[in-house]
């Protein structure tokens, strides 16, 4: 779980005696109940790969709450919805597979986070239960582990975003891609 990075840091303002009790209570590698229920009644979660020289990135991902779910006990699954078309996390999982997300409940201050192995496979059988997927990610939990929720502010949802599919819903097309500056560089199906 720890690097010397971390530990450097730990001794430095004496945490390694915390860090490692935290590690042994709340580490894990698999998904327990309460996890499989927090995981899959998020509507939003951030993603954060990193490319083949580890130059990082992260994501928000978002989609109407169930939109993530957990598929084994050490396995969640996620729809990739149409974007901007630059791929740039998928991108970089098809050359670093390592990824972590972090969900988050604003209302009730919660998080939780995973880091795990990311696949992407082009005929996952389970494309046809995501609605609107283009592609569907796999993420093998490597560490499921709570955080301490102290900083999150509290916020709260207002709406689902329109453009989150749905059964019976087509979502509109967003406005950047009908501007004169895109509109004819878009993929041929959507010109």
């Given at each position: ?99 972590g997300l972090l969900f988050m409940d604003f ?85």
């Amino acid at each position: 779980m720890y690097h010397d990075g971390n530990r450097s840091l730990q001794d430095l303002f004496d945490s390694r005696l915390i860090a490692d009790r935290l590690v042994e209570v709340l580490h894990r590698t698999r998904f327990n109940d309460e996890d499989r229920e927090f995981v899959e009644s998020r509507a939003m979660f951030f993603l954060a790969t990193a490319d083949a020289d580890g130059w990082p990135d992260c994501s928000y991902k978002g989609g109407r709450p169930g939109f993530v779910r957990v598929i084994a006990e050490d396995t969640l699954a996620f729809p990739s919805y149409d974007g901007n078309g630059m791929f740039k996390s998928l991108g970089n999982v098809l050359r670093n597979p390592r990824v972590g997300l972090l969900f988050m409940d604003f209302e009730k201050p919660k998080r939780l986070r995973v880091n795990g192995v990311a696949s992407i496979d082009f005929a996952d059988p389970l494309i046809d239960s995501f609605v609107g997927a283009q592609l569907v990610v796999r993420v093998k939990a490597e560490h499921v582990f709570p955080n301490c929720p102290r900083y999150i502010h509290r916020m709260t949802l207002e709406e689902v975003s329109v453009y989150a599919p749905a059964p019976a819903h087509e979502p509109p097309v967003p406005e950047w891609k009908k501007m004169d500056a895109f509109r004819d560089y878009l993929p041929r199906r959507e010109r």
